[in-house]
């Protein structure tokens, strides 16, 4: 064996080794299709915009959209719950078959009366939810989201706080954030291939 491939077979070796450990990792790591990721999402215990109690139960039996934020928001909250409607809008009447839920982060202004006068500009078909602060906060921790009181000049506060749009598919389990710099209709698109 010539001096050339003594020092090329270990190369090669080491190169085949790494290509390997890369597939490896793809296929432990990512997730196939229709096969949800774990850890996200969970039981829940909140009110909605019409005063009654709703659980993760809430979430089976359709694909469901969960976006966390409060109805003081002067800009992300609105823009997605917009987007949101959008994507009802270009789904048509496979529309009925999506959840969407805008959980508060903000519970201590967030009533179920404010919810639902707020979300009256958007999509009839969005449930606002809304609870104890200690139960808004463990929905919030279940989707590894989080918030926080910033005050602003006055007195007041606003609140910062996770703006992904999470994917639930009709078990409950996440699936992937949904992307609202897209076109509603693409998003429809992708959306319906869970119903």
């Not at 078909?125 to 919030?140: D, K, N």
Request: hydrophobic share 45%.
């Amino acid at each position: 064996m010539s001096r050339t491939a003594r020092l090329a077979l270990p190369l090669v070796v080491l190169i085949f080794g790494i290509v390997g450990l890369g597939i490896a990792a793809v296929t432990m790591l990512v997730p196939k299709p229709g096969q949800p990721n774990v850890g996200i999402g969970g039981a829940f215990s909140l009110i909605d915009h019409k005063g009654r109690a709703t659980t993760e139960k809430a979430l089976e039996g359709g694909p469901s959209l969960i976006f966390f934020g409060f109805t003081h928001c002067p800009d992300v909250c609105p823009t997605a719950l917009f987007e949101i409607s959008q994507i009802y809008k270009a789904l048509g009447p496979k529309g009925d078959r999506l959840k969407a839920f805008f959980v508060t982060v903000d519970p201590e202004r967030d009533t179920p009366e404010l919810l639902a006068q707020y979300l009256a500009s958007f999509d009839a078909r969005i449930t606002g939810l809304t609870g104890s602060p200690e139960a808004v906060q463990a929905a919030l921790k279940a989707w590894r989201g989080f918030a926080r009181k910033v005050p602003v000049d006055g007195g007041g506060y606003t609140m910062d706080h996770t703006s992904l749009v999470y994917l639930m598919d009709a078990k409950g389990r996440f699936v992937s954030s949904v992307n609202l710099d897209r076109p509603p209709e693409e998003t429809a698109k992708t959306l319906a291939s869970y119903f």
